[in-house]
Protein backbone atom coordinates (compact mmCIF):
# COMPACT_ATOMS: atom_id res chain seq x y z
CA UNK A 1 0.00 0.00 0.00
CA UNK A 2 1.55 3.14 -1.28
CA UNK A 3 0.76 6.79 0.11
CA UNK A 4 1.23 9.33 -2.38
CA UNK A 5 1.91 12.70 -0.40
CA UNK A 6 3.01 16.26 -2.18
CA UNK A 7 2.88 18.36 0.95
CA UNK A 8 3.22 18.27 4.95
CA UNK A 9 -0.81 18.93 5.15
CA UNK A 10 -1.68 15.90 3.15
CA UNK A 11 0.82 13.80 4.49
CA UNK A 12 -0.73 14.68 8.34
CA UNK A 13 -4.32 13.81 6.93
CA UNK A 14 -3.40 10.81 5.85
CA UNK A 15 -1.29 9.82 9.29
CA UNK A 16 -4.52 10.47 11.10
CA UNK A 17 -6.15 7.43 9.24
CA UNK A 18 -3.21 4.79 9.88
CA UNK A 19 -5.46 2.95 12.41
CA UNK A 20 -7.70 1.76 9.97
CA UNK A 21 -4.59 -0.65 9.28
CA UNK A 22 -3.62 -1.15 12.75
CA UNK A 23 -2.83 -4.77 13.61
CA UNK A 24 -2.78 -6.21 10.42
CA UNK A 25 0.13 -7.69 9.54
CA UNK A 26 -1.12 -8.08 5.80
CA UNK A 27 -0.41 -4.49 5.06
CA UNK A 28 2.92 -2.94 3.99
CA UNK A 29 2.92 0.37 3.76
CA UNK A 30 5.22 3.02 1.93
CA UNK A 31 5.40 6.43 1.40
CA UNK A 32 6.48 8.16 -1.57
CA UNK A 33 7.45 11.96 -2.07
CA UNK A 34 5.27 13.09 -5.14
CA UNK A 35 7.49 15.56 -6.86
CA UNK A 36 6.47 19.28 -8.14
CA UNK A 37 5.53 20.90 -5.01
CA UNK A 38 6.95 23.96 -3.34
CA UNK A 39 6.51 22.84 -0.27
CA UNK A 40 7.98 19.45 -0.40
CA UNK A 41 10.73 20.10 1.90
CA UNK A 42 9.11 19.22 5.38
CA UNK A 43 6.75 16.52 3.18
CA UNK A 44 8.07 13.39 5.30
CA UNK A 45 9.63 14.73 7.93
CA UNK A 46 6.88 13.29 10.34
CA UNK A 47 7.28 9.80 8.35
CA UNK A 48 10.92 9.74 9.00
CA UNK A 49 10.85 10.62 12.72
CA UNK A 50 8.51 7.53 12.71
CA UNK A 51 10.95 5.33 11.18
CA UNK A 52 8.46 4.43 8.30
CA UNK A 53 9.36 3.02 4.71
CA UNK A 54 10.45 5.91 1.82
CA UNK A 55 10.57 5.30 -1.61
CA UNK A 56 11.89 7.33 -4.58
CA UNK A 57 9.48 8.25 -6.90
CA UNK A 58 10.75 6.30 -9.77
CA UNK A 59 10.60 3.36 -7.57
CA UNK A 60 6.78 4.14 -6.79
CA UNK A 61 5.95 4.85 -10.67
CA UNK A 62 7.52 0.92 -11.71
CA UNK A 63 6.04 -0.52 -9.08
CA UNK A 64 2.19 -2.11 -8.75
CA UNK A 65 0.45 -1.25 -5.48
CA UNK A 66 -2.27 -2.75 -4.44
CA UNK A 67 -4.09 0.52 -3.31
CA UNK A 68 -2.51 4.07 -3.25
CA UNK A 69 -3.88 6.63 -0.83
CA UNK A 70 -3.40 10.35 -1.34
CA UNK A 71 -5.25 13.90 0.07
CA UNK A 72 -3.99 16.17 -3.20
CA UNK A 73 -5.27 15.14 -6.48
CA UNK A 74 -2.05 17.11 -7.74
CA UNK A 75 0.77 15.72 -9.37
CA UNK A 76 1.82 12.89 -11.49
CA UNK A 77 -0.50 10.57 -9.77
CA UNK A 78 -1.61 9.01 -13.46
CA UNK A 79 1.63 7.17 -13.94
CA UNK A 80 0.91 5.08 -10.86
CA UNK A 81 0.04 2.03 -10.55
CA UNK A 82 -3.24 1.25 -8.21
CA UNK A 83 -6.47 1.72 -7.10
CA UNK A 84 -6.46 5.36 -6.01
CA UNK A 85 -8.18 6.64 -2.51
CA UNK A 86 -8.64 10.20 -2.35
CA UNK A 87 -9.37 12.69 0.87
CA UNK A 88 -9.29 16.34 0.93
CA UNK A 89 -6.76 17.88 3.25
CA UNK A 90 -8.90 20.35 4.88
CA UNK A 91 -12.33 20.96 6.08
CA UNK A 92 -13.54 20.55 2.13
CA UNK A 93 -13.57 22.95 -0.29
CA UNK A 94 -13.64 26.51 0.69
CA UNK A 95 -10.72 28.06 -1.21
CA UNK A 96 -10.14 28.73 -5.20
CA UNK A 97 -6.24 29.40 -5.86
CA UNK A 98 -5.55 31.94 -8.78
CA UNK A 99 -2.26 30.33 -9.12
CA UNK A 100 -3.22 26.12 -9.66
CA UNK A 101 -5.49 24.88 -12.45
CA UNK A 102 -8.53 26.76 -12.75
CA UNK A 103 -9.01 29.58 -10.62
CA UNK A 104 -12.12 30.00 -10.71
CA UNK A 105 -12.78 26.68 -9.30
CA UNK A 106 -12.38 25.33 -5.61
CA UNK A 107 -9.26 24.19 -4.71
CA UNK A 108 -9.82 20.03 -5.07
CA UNK A 109 -12.42 20.73 -7.16
CA UNK A 110 -10.75 20.90 -10.98
CA UNK A 111 -11.53 18.22 -13.65
CA UNK A 112 -7.78 19.28 -14.71
CA UNK A 113 -6.39 16.93 -11.40
CA UNK A 114 -9.56 14.96 -11.00
CA UNK A 115 -9.58 13.11 -14.22
CA UNK A 116 -7.11 11.30 -16.66
CA UNK A 117 -7.86 10.38 -20.49
CA UNK A 118 -11.48 11.55 -18.86
CA UNK A 119 -11.93 9.09 -16.64
CA UNK A 120 -11.99 9.53 -12.53
CA UNK A 121 -8.14 9.18 -11.31
CA UNK A 122 -9.73 8.15 -8.01
CA UNK A 123 -11.21 4.48 -7.20
CA UNK A 124 -12.88 6.54 -4.02
CA UNK A 125 -13.79 9.86 -3.22
CA UNK A 126 -13.58 9.83 0.80
CA UNK A 127 -15.48 13.07 1.48
CA UNK A 128 -17.01 14.87 4.83
CA UNK A 129 -20.01 16.11 4.54
CA UNK A 130 -23.11 14.76 1.43
CA UNK A 131 -22.59 18.73 0.04
CA UNK A 132 -19.29 17.90 -0.51
CA UNK A 133 -20.18 15.26 -2.70
CA UNK A 134 -22.84 17.17 -5.10
CA UNK A 135 -19.37 19.62 -5.28
CA UNK A 136 -17.79 17.16 -6.92
CA UNK A 137 -20.35 15.64 -8.94
CA UNK A 138 -21.16 19.33 -10.39
CA UNK A 139 -17.71 19.48 -11.58
CA UNK A 140 -17.05 15.26 -12.31
CA UNK A 141 -20.28 14.18 -12.99
CA UNK A 142 -18.91 10.21 -12.90
CA UNK A 143 -16.86 10.83 -9.62
CA UNK A 144 -20.55 10.46 -8.01
CA UNK A 145 -20.32 6.53 -7.72
CA UNK A 146 -17.38 6.45 -6.44
CA UNK A 147 -17.56 9.11 -3.94
CA UNK A 148 -18.45 7.61 -0.14
CA UNK A 149 -19.45 10.05 2.88
CA UNK A 150 -16.92 9.35 6.19
CA UNK A 151 -16.54 11.93 7.68
CA UNK A 152 -13.23 13.90 9.10
CA UNK A 153 -10.64 11.66 10.55
CA UNK A 154 -8.53 14.87 12.09
CA UNK A 155 -11.92 16.42 13.19
CA UNK A 156 -12.90 12.52 15.17
CA UNK A 157 -9.23 12.50 16.89
CA UNK A 158 -9.83 16.15 18.00
CA UNK A 159 -12.94 15.07 19.35
CA UNK A 160 -11.90 12.02 21.10
CA UNK A 161 -9.35 14.21 22.77
CA UNK A 162 -11.62 16.82 24.81
CA UNK A 163 -10.91 15.07 27.76
CA UNK A 164 -7.29 15.89 27.75
CA UNK A 165 -8.60 19.94 27.79
CA UNK A 166 -7.00 20.07 31.45
CA UNK A 167 -4.10 17.91 30.55
CA UNK A 168 -2.98 20.21 27.79
CA UNK A 169 -3.56 23.87 29.78
CA UNK A 170 -1.26 22.30 32.17
CA UNK A 171 1.34 21.05 30.24
CA UNK A 172 1.34 24.49 28.46
CA UNK A 173 1.49 26.32 31.89
CA UNK A 174 -1.82 28.15 30.67
CA UNK A 175 -3.41 28.22 34.11
CA UNK A 176 -6.70 30.47 34.66
CA UNK A 177 -5.77 32.19 31.67
CA UNK A 178 -7.59 32.19 28.56
CA UNK A 179 -5.97 30.54 25.78
CA UNK A 180 -6.42 32.60 22.52
CA UNK A 181 -5.60 30.69 19.33
CA UNK A 182 -4.53 32.95 16.43
CA UNK A 183 -4.83 30.53 13.06
CA UNK A 184 -2.60 31.52 9.67
CA UNK A 185 -3.49 29.65 6.61
CA UNK A 186 -0.15 30.24 3.53
CA UNK A 187 -1.20 32.44 0.47
CA UNK A 188 -0.96 35.51 0.07
CA UNK A 189 -4.36 36.15 1.61
CA UNK A 190 -3.49 34.15 5.02
CA UNK A 191 -3.45 36.01 8.45
CA UNK A 192 0.56 36.16 8.43
CA UNK A 193 0.42 37.44 4.53
CA UNK A 194 -1.90 40.37 5.47
CA UNK A 195 -1.35 41.31 8.98
CA UNK A 196 2.23 40.14 9.97
CA UNK A 197 1.90 42.46 12.87
CA UNK A 198 -0.68 40.93 14.68
CA UNK A 199 0.67 38.46 17.30
CA UNK A 200 2.54 40.94 18.42
CA UNK A 201 0.09 43.55 18.34
CA UNK A 202 -2.31 41.38 20.31
CA UNK A 203 0.63 40.39 22.63
CA UNK A 204 1.48 44.29 23.37
CA UNK A 205 -2.80 44.69 24.67
CA UNK A 206 -3.42 41.63 26.00
CA UNK A 207 -2.54 41.48 29.88
CA UNK A 208 -0.25 38.64 30.21
CA UNK A 209 -1.65 37.43 33.62
CA UNK A 210 -4.84 36.99 31.75
CA UNK A 211 -4.50 35.64 28.42
CA UNK A 212 -1.75 33.45 26.62
CA UNK A 213 -1.50 33.40 22.96
CA UNK A 214 -0.60 30.14 20.88
CA UNK A 215 -0.51 30.80 17.00
CA UNK A 216 -0.79 27.78 14.75
CA UNK A 217 1.04 28.12 10.89
CA UNK A 218 0.05 26.00 7.99
CA UNK A 219 1.96 23.43 7.11
CA UNK A 220 3.14 25.07 4.07
CA UNK A 221 3.87 28.15 5.24
CA UNK A 222 6.35 26.26 7.73
CA UNK A 223 7.69 24.71 4.31
CA UNK A 224 7.46 27.82 2.32
CA UNK A 225 9.55 29.30 5.04
CA UNK A 226 11.29 27.49 7.38
CA UNK A 227 11.18 27.33 11.02
CA UNK A 228 14.24 29.48 11.68
CA UNK A 229 12.81 31.96 9.63
CA UNK A 230 9.71 31.98 10.86
CA UNK A 231 10.50 32.43 14.64
CA UNK A 232 13.02 35.23 13.38
CA UNK A 233 9.59 37.02 12.34
CA UNK A 234 7.96 36.13 15.09
CA UNK A 235 10.62 37.33 17.65
CA UNK A 236 8.95 39.97 19.58
CA UNK A 237 5.92 38.11 20.10
CA UNK A 238 7.79 35.00 21.37
CA UNK A 239 9.49 36.93 23.51
CA UNK A 240 5.97 37.67 24.86
CA UNK A 241 5.27 34.91 25.46
CA UNK A 242 3.61 33.36 22.49
CA UNK A 243 3.96 29.80 21.84
CA UNK A 244 4.09 28.64 18.16
CA UNK A 245 2.21 25.58 17.25
CA UNK A 246 4.28 22.37 15.74
CA UNK A 247 2.14 21.76 12.52
CA UNK A 248 1.13 17.88 13.24
CA UNK A 249 -1.03 17.52 16.18
CA UNK A 250 0.31 20.20 18.23
CA UNK A 251 -2.22 22.70 16.95
CA UNK A 252 -5.06 20.44 17.17
CA UNK A 253 -4.34 19.75 20.96
CA UNK A 254 -4.61 23.44 20.78
CA UNK A 255 -7.60 23.93 19.83
CA UNK A 256 -8.98 21.10 22.65
CA UNK A 257 -7.46 23.64 25.19
CA UNK A 258 -8.45 27.16 23.69
CA UNK A 259 -11.08 29.68 24.51
CA UNK A 260 -11.03 31.52 21.66
CA UNK A 261 -9.91 31.36 17.89
CA UNK A 262 -8.32 34.52 16.30
CA UNK A 263 -8.33 33.40 12.62
CA UNK A 264 -8.19 33.94 8.59
CA UNK A 265 -10.27 31.71 6.17
CA UNK A 266 -8.07 28.57 6.92
CA UNK A 267 -9.71 24.75 7.86
CA UNK A 268 -8.56 25.84 11.10
CA UNK A 269 -11.68 28.12 11.38
CA UNK A 270 -14.34 25.37 11.38
CA UNK A 271 -12.68 22.21 13.46
CA UNK A 272 -12.46 24.77 16.08
CA UNK A 273 -16.27 25.89 14.87
CA UNK A 274 -17.07 22.17 15.61
CA UNK A 275 -16.12 22.57 19.03
CA UNK A 276 -18.58 25.42 19.12
CA UNK A 277 -15.88 28.63 20.29
CA UNK A 278 -15.79 31.70 19.68
CA UNK A 279 -14.49 32.75 16.59
CA UNK A 280 -13.31 35.65 15.93
CA UNK A 281 -12.22 36.50 12.12
CA UNK A 282 -8.75 38.98 11.56
CA UNK A 283 -9.22 38.97 7.59
CA UNK A 284 -11.43 37.41 4.76
CA UNK A 285 -9.66 35.48 2.71
CA UNK A 286 -10.27 38.03 -0.47
CA UNK A 287 -10.70 36.36 -3.41
CA UNK A 288 -9.71 33.18 -2.25
CA UNK A 289 -12.92 32.39 -0.26
CA UNK A 290 -15.63 30.72 -2.15
CA UNK A 291 -18.82 32.47 -1.63
CA UNK A 292 -21.04 30.43 -0.37
CA UNK A 293 -19.16 27.46 1.21
CA UNK A 294 -19.35 26.64 4.69
CA UNK A 295 -15.97 28.80 5.61
CA UNK A 296 -17.48 31.81 4.00
CA UNK A 297 -20.69 31.46 6.04
CA UNK A 298 -18.38 31.26 9.37
CA UNK A 299 -16.62 34.31 8.83
CA UNK A 300 -19.31 36.79 7.58
CA UNK A 301 -21.54 35.41 10.76
CA UNK A 302 -18.34 35.81 13.42
CA UNK A 303 -16.83 39.48 14.64
CA UNK A 304 -14.21 41.44 12.99
CA UNK A 305 -10.89 41.73 15.43
CA UNK A 306 -9.60 45.31 16.26
CA UNK A 307 -6.84 44.65 17.26
CA UNK A 308 -6.45 48.43 18.73
CA UNK A 309 -9.12 47.53 20.65
CA UNK A 310 -8.97 43.69 20.67
CA UNK A 311 -12.49 42.14 22.02
CA UNK A 312 -12.84 38.62 22.34
CA UNK A 313 -16.20 36.40 23.24
CA UNK A 314 -16.33 34.10 26.16
CA UNK A 315 -18.07 31.14 26.84
CA UNK A 316 -19.68 29.08 23.76
CA UNK A 317 -19.12 30.13 20.40
CA UNK A 318 -22.65 29.65 18.89
CA UNK A 319 -20.71 28.88 15.35
CA UNK A 320 -21.20 24.76 15.36
CA UNK A 321 -24.19 25.21 13.10
CA UNK A 322 -21.36 26.35 10.26
CA UNK A 323 -19.26 23.30 10.90
CA UNK A 324 -22.37 20.70 10.13
CA UNK A 325 -22.31 22.03 6.83
CA UNK A 326 -18.73 20.66 6.51
CA UNK A 327 -18.74 17.67 8.73
CA UNK A 328 -21.57 14.64 9.00
CA UNK A 329 -20.89 11.33 10.24
CA UNK A 330 -18.65 12.82 13.46
CA UNK A 331 -16.77 10.26 15.60
CA UNK A 332 -17.41 7.65 12.88
CA UNK A 333 -14.72 8.28 9.98
CA UNK A 334 -12.71 5.18 10.62
CA UNK A 335 -15.07 2.48 11.08
CA UNK A 336 -16.42 4.29 8.12
CA UNK A 337 -14.09 3.74 5.64
CA UNK A 338 -12.20 0.49 6.98
CA UNK A 339 -14.99 -1.34 5.24
CA UNK A 340 -14.40 0.29 1.57
CA UNK A 341 -10.63 0.89 1.97
CA UNK A 342 -10.52 -3.07 2.58
CA UNK A 343 -13.29 -3.74 -0.26
CA UNK A 344 -10.50 -2.45 -2.44
CA UNK A 345 -8.06 -4.05 -0.91
CA UNK A 346 -9.99 -7.71 -1.27
CA UNK A 347 -9.55 -7.91 2.63
CA UNK A 348 -11.42 -8.72 5.21
CA UNK A 349 -10.95 -6.55 7.79
CA UNK A 350 -9.82 -7.31 10.89
CA UNK A 351 -11.94 -8.53 14.02
CA UNK A 352 -11.38 -5.61 16.19
CA UNK A 353 -12.88 -2.38 16.52
CA UNK A 354 -10.98 0.32 15.10
CA UNK A 355 -11.10 3.84 16.74
CA UNK A 356 -9.22 7.30 16.39
CA UNK A 357 -6.11 7.83 18.53
CA UNK A 358 -6.61 10.88 21.00
CA UNK A 359 -3.98 13.77 20.33
CA UNK A 360 -0.69 13.50 22.30
CA UNK A 361 -0.44 15.73 24.99
CA UNK A 362 2.45 18.00 24.51
CA UNK A 363 5.63 17.87 26.53
CA UNK A 364 6.18 20.40 29.31
CA UNK A 365 9.37 21.17 27.79
CA UNK A 366 6.59 23.12 24.88
CA UNK A 367 5.19 25.78 27.40
CA UNK A 368 6.77 28.95 26.22
CA UNK A 369 9.13 30.49 29.15
CA UNK A 370 7.29 33.56 31.10
CA UNK A 371 8.79 37.00 29.39
CA UNK A 372 12.22 38.02 31.27
CA UNK A 373 10.55 41.75 31.74
CA UNK A 374 7.53 43.13 31.41
CA UNK A 375 5.78 47.35 31.31
CA UNK A 376 3.32 46.69 34.32
CA UNK A 377 -0.10 48.70 34.85
CA UNK A 378 -1.05 49.43 38.16
CA UNK A 379 -4.62 50.80 38.69
CA UNK A 380 -7.02 50.97 41.15
CA UNK A 381 -10.88 49.62 40.70
CA UNK A 382 -11.90 52.36 38.64
CA UNK A 383 -8.88 52.21 35.97
CA UNK A 384 -6.84 55.25 37.97
CA UNK A 385 -3.21 54.22 37.64
CA UNK A 386 -2.23 56.85 40.22
CA UNK A 387 -0.84 56.32 43.50
CA UNK A 388 -3.58 57.89 45.49
CA UNK A 389 -5.76 55.89 43.64
CA UNK A 390 -3.87 52.08 44.28
CA UNK A 391 -3.41 53.37 47.67
CA UNK A 392 -6.76 53.75 49.00
CA UNK A 393 -7.82 50.37 46.96
CA UNK A 394 -7.80 47.15 45.17
CA UNK A 395 -4.96 47.00 43.08
CA UNK A 396 -5.01 45.71 39.29
CA UNK A 397 -2.02 44.48 37.87
CA UNK A 398 -1.57 43.89 34.37
CA UNK A 399 1.55 43.06 32.47
CA UNK A 400 2.98 43.64 28.87
CA UNK A 401 5.76 43.66 26.70
CA UNK A 402 8.45 46.26 27.44
CA UNK A 403 7.48 47.99 24.47
CA UNK A 404 4.21 48.19 24.30
CA UNK A 405 2.37 51.51 23.42
CA UNK A 406 -0.08 51.64 26.82
CA UNK A 407 0.76 54.03 29.30
CA UNK A 408 1.80 51.71 32.35
CA UNK A 409 3.11 52.33 36.28
CA UNK A 410 6.85 50.53 36.06
CA UNK A 411 8.75 48.28 34.42
CA UNK A 412 9.46 44.91 36.11
CA UNK A 413 12.83 42.69 34.75
CA UNK A 414 14.02 39.30 35.69
CA UNK A 415 17.18 38.79 36.89
CA UNK A 416 19.55 36.33 35.35
CA UNK A 417 17.39 36.38 32.32
CA UNK A 418 15.93 39.72 31.07
CA UNK A 419 19.43 41.35 30.08
CA UNK A 420 21.78 44.41 31.51
CA UNK A 421 19.77 47.04 29.53
CA UNK A 422 16.43 45.85 31.21
CA UNK A 423 17.80 45.25 34.34
CA UNK A 424 19.05 48.78 34.39
CA UNK A 425 15.93 50.97 33.52
CA UNK A 426 13.56 48.91 35.81
CA UNK A 427 11.95 49.40 38.79
CA UNK A 428 11.22 46.06 40.23
CA UNK A 429 13.83 43.42 39.66
CA UNK A 430 13.17 40.09 41.10
CA UNK A 431 15.27 36.95 40.56
CA UNK A 432 13.90 33.00 41.12
CA UNK A 433 15.88 31.10 44.01
CA UNK A 434 16.84 27.41 42.62
CA UNK A 435 18.21 24.69 44.97
CA UNK A 436 21.88 23.61 43.44
CA UNK A 437 21.61 20.37 41.84
CA UNK A 438 22.88 17.28 43.59
CA UNK A 439 25.44 17.00 41.04
CA UNK A 440 26.81 20.34 40.98
CA UNK A 441 29.84 18.41 42.28
CA UNK A 442 30.88 19.73 45.93
CA UNK A 443 32.18 23.19 45.51
CA UNK A 444 29.66 25.32 45.39
CA UNK A 445 28.41 29.09 46.12
CA UNK A 446 25.59 31.04 46.75
CA UNK A 447 24.05 34.02 48.16
CA UNK A 448 21.36 34.19 50.22
CA UNK A 449 18.19 36.17 49.35
CA UNK A 450 18.68 38.65 51.87
CA UNK A 451 22.07 39.18 50.51
CA UNK A 452 21.30 39.46 46.83
CA UNK A 453 17.89 42.05 47.69
CA UNK A 454 20.38 44.19 49.30
CA UNK A 455 23.07 44.51 46.91
CA UNK A 456 20.90 45.16 43.92
CA UNK A 457 20.34 48.76 44.85
CA UNK A 458 23.96 49.50 44.59
CA UNK A 459 24.53 47.61 41.11
CA UNK A 460 21.18 48.75 39.95
CA UNK A 461 20.98 52.41 40.85
CA UNK A 462 17.05 52.45 39.33
CA UNK A 463 16.14 49.58 41.35
CA UNK A 464 13.01 50.59 43.84
CA UNK A 465 12.12 47.08 44.82
CA UNK A 466 14.46 44.15 44.90
CA UNK A 467 12.74 40.93 45.61
CA UNK A 468 13.40 36.71 45.10
CA UNK A 469 10.37 34.26 44.66
CA UNK A 470 10.76 31.63 47.22
CA UNK A 471 8.08 29.43 45.44
CA UNK A 472 5.05 29.58 44.29
CA UNK A 473 3.14 31.29 46.73
CA UNK A 474 6.24 33.12 48.72
CA UNK A 475 8.74 35.74 47.94
CA UNK A 476 11.26 38.42 49.81
CA UNK A 477 11.62 41.62 48.72
CA UNK A 478 13.34 44.91 50.06
CA UNK A 479 12.04 48.69 49.23
CA UNK A 480 15.10 51.08 49.13
CA UNK A 481 17.21 49.00 50.68
CA UNK A 482 15.09 48.35 53.93
CA UNK A 483 14.79 45.33 55.81
CA UNK A 484 13.91 42.47 54.21
CA UNK A 485 9.93 41.33 54.13
CA UNK A 486 8.31 38.14 53.19
CA UNK A 487 5.64 38.30 50.63
CA UNK A 488 2.76 35.43 50.86
CA UNK A 489 0.43 34.97 47.90
CA UNK A 490 -2.91 33.06 48.53
CA UNK A 491 -4.70 31.00 45.53
CA UNK A 492 -7.99 32.75 44.39
CA UNK A 493 -10.43 30.42 45.09
CA UNK A 494 -13.92 31.19 42.81
CA UNK A 495 -15.70 29.71 40.50
CA UNK A 496 -14.96 26.20 42.43
CA UNK A 497 -11.46 26.52 41.03
CA UNK A 498 -8.23 27.23 42.20
CA UNK A 499 -5.98 29.57 40.73
CA UNK A 500 -2.36 30.46 41.61
CA UNK A 501 -0.46 33.31 39.98
CA UNK A 502 3.09 34.11 38.70
CA UNK A 503 4.48 35.59 42.48
CA UNK A 504 6.06 37.95 40.00
CA UNK A 505 3.00 39.39 39.46
CA UNK A 506 2.09 40.06 43.06
CA UNK A 507 5.34 41.54 43.57
CA UNK A 508 4.27 44.32 40.75
CA UNK A 509 1.11 44.94 43.13
CA UNK A 510 3.17 45.53 46.53
CA UNK A 511 5.46 47.27 43.65
CA UNK A 512 2.66 49.73 43.03
CA UNK A 513 1.12 49.92 46.66
CA UNK A 514 3.95 50.68 48.51
CA UNK A 515 4.85 53.86 45.88
CA UNK A 516 1.38 54.91 46.48
CA UNK A 517 1.60 53.79 50.64
CA UNK A 518 5.52 54.95 51.39
CA UNK A 519 4.86 53.81 54.94
CA UNK A 520 3.52 50.45 54.05
CA UNK A 521 6.15 48.66 55.75
CA UNK A 522 6.44 50.57 59.01
CA UNK A 523 3.21 48.27 60.84
CA UNK A 524 3.90 44.78 59.79
CA UNK A 525 1.81 42.44 59.01
CA UNK A 526 -0.09 44.39 56.03
CA UNK A 527 -2.38 43.22 53.63
CA UNK A 528 -3.57 43.77 50.22
CA UNK A 529 -5.68 42.19 47.28
CA UNK A 530 -4.42 42.13 43.58
CA UNK A 531 -6.57 41.09 41.04
CA UNK A 532 -4.54 39.53 38.03
CA UNK A 533 -5.78 38.32 35.02
CA UNK A 534 -9.16 36.35 36.23
CA UNK A 535 -8.11 35.67 39.65
CA UNK A 536 -8.19 37.97 43.16
CA UNK A 537 -5.36 37.10 44.99
CA UNK A 538 -4.70 37.81 49.19
CA UNK A 539 -1.37 39.18 49.62
CA UNK A 540 -0.07 39.04 53.50
CA UNK A 541 3.12 41.37 54.02
CA UNK A 542 5.22 40.33 56.66
CA UNK A 543 9.05 40.61 58.20
CA UNK A 544 11.01 37.70 56.91
CA UNK A 545 11.82 34.69 58.80
CA UNK A 546 14.85 33.54 59.39
CA UNK A 547 14.76 31.02 57.32
CA UNK A 548 13.03 33.26 54.34
CA UNK A 549 16.19 35.38 54.44
CA UNK A 550 18.82 32.47 54.55
CA UNK A 551 17.07 30.71 51.29
CA UNK A 552 19.77 30.18 48.99
CA UNK A 553 19.79 31.94 45.33
Known sequence: MLFAVRSA??????????????????????????PGSDFAPDALAAVDTAGARRIPWPEALATAHDLILTASPKGALGGLRGRQVLLPHGAGFNKALAREGSPELPSGLDPAFLLSDGRPTAALHALAHPDQVEQLAARVPDARR????AGDPTLDRI?????RREAVRAALGTGGRRLVVLSSTWGPQSLLSRRPDLPAELAARLPYDGYQLALVVHPNEYSRTGSFDLS??????LDAGLLLAAPYEEWAALLVAADALVTDHGSVALYAAALDLPVVAACDGADELVPGSPMARLLAAVPRLDPAAPVLPEGPGGT???AERAFALTGRCLETLRPELYKLLDLVPPPYPVRPRPLPVPVPERAPQAPAAFAVRASAPDGEMSDAEIAD????VERLPPWTELPFHHLAAEYGRAGTRALQSSALLYRRANTP?????WHHEHRTAADWTAEAFAEYPNCRTAAVVLSPTAALLRRDGGDPVAVHVAADRSDGRVRRTDPAAALSAVHAWLAAHPDGLRTLPAILTARIGAGAHRIRLAPATEAEAGFPV
Not at 9 to 34: K, Q
Open 320 to 322: RRF
Open 393 to 396: GEIT
Open 232 to 237: RRLRPA
Open 9 to 34: AALHRLLDLLPVFEGDDRVRCRFTLV
Open 146 to 149: HAVV
Open 159 to 163: LESLD
Open 437 to 441: AATAG
